[in-house]
Antibody, heavy 122, light 108 residues
Framework: EVQLVESGGDLVQPGGSLRLSCAAS????????MSWVRQAPGKGLEWVSS????????YYADSVKGRFTISRDNSENTVYVQMNSLRVEDTALYYC???????????????WGQGTLVTVSS | EIVLTQSPGTLSLSPGERATLSCRAS???????LAWYQQKVGQAPRLLIY???SRATGIPDRFSGSGSGTDFTLAISRLEPEDFAVYYC?????????FGGGTKVEIK
């Protein structure tokens, strides 16, 4: 069974940094792209970032480009997102999700983890 | 960027009724790379349909997807109590990946 477990969410001040982790199991991790998708409280879904199976290709939403960095450790079956210069509008539940192929350009999300909450507030 | 517009915003129906949800794209979705997700309160989204009309593993056949180009539909033939939830469409045919705003299916 595929399992994705996110961690690292916390309360952080505007301008601060945070690193989220997603530990994966139940599949050949390096063979699949991974993504982060967020959901602000009471709002819809927003794609944040994706990374290819090898880690060689990364993609970002314009809203986070230059502030967030996605990475993965295929030896640890874990994907990360380093979030810098956090803003109030980054407050959301951050989900980790598995892609259907190794390339990260055009992927759907299945399955999803349960999410980790990031709150940006002073 | 492809903007996805879902309608209606809320659908009020009774168990056993048929639900029809719409997702309209601002430009053609390449290869019909359109997915539908279900999200229940307090839970993560779950993939229902991919490539516009293919059911994901374990999804009951009362869920069906159709459409191409800019107009897509998710149909639920007979609503079960567990189907009352929010449904999102997502296009993955071009970058950036985008979601619709969601349709809430509520009990009438």
């Amino acid at each position: 069974e595929v399992q994705l477990v996110e961690s690292g969410g916390d309360l952080v001040q505007p301008g601060g940094s945070l690193r989220l982790s997603c530990a994966a199991s139940g599949f050949t991790f390096k063979s699949y792209a991974m993504s982060w998708v967020r959901q602000a409280p009471g709002k819809g879904l927003e794609w944040v970032s994706s990374i290819s199976g090898s880690g060689g290709s990364t993609y970002y939403a314009d809203s986070v480009k230059g502030r967030f960095t996605i990475s993965r450790d295929n030896s640890e079956n874990t994907v990360y997102v380093q979030m810098n210069s956090l803003r109030v509008e980054d407050t959301a539940l951050y989900y980790c999700a598995k892609g259907q192929v190794a390339s990260a350009g055009f992927i759907r999300f299945d399955p999803w983890g349960q999410g980790t909450l990031v709150t940006v507030s002073s | 960027e492809i903007v996805l517009t879902q309608s209606p915003g809320t659908l009020s129906l009774s168990p056993g009724e048929r639900a029809t949800l719409s997702c309209r794209a601002s430009q053609s979705v390449s290869n019909s790379f359109l997915a539908w997700y279900q999200q229940k309160v307090g839970q993560a989204p779950r993939l229902l349909i991919y490539a516009a009309s293919s059911r994901a593993t374990g999804i009951p056949d009362r869920f069906s997807g159709s459409g191409s180009g800019t107009d897509f539909t998710l149909a639920i033939s007979r609503l079960e109590p567990e189907d009352f939830a929010v449904y999102y469409c997502q296009q993955y045919g071009s970058s950036p990946l985008t979601f619709g705003g969601g349709t809430k299916v509520e009990i009438k």
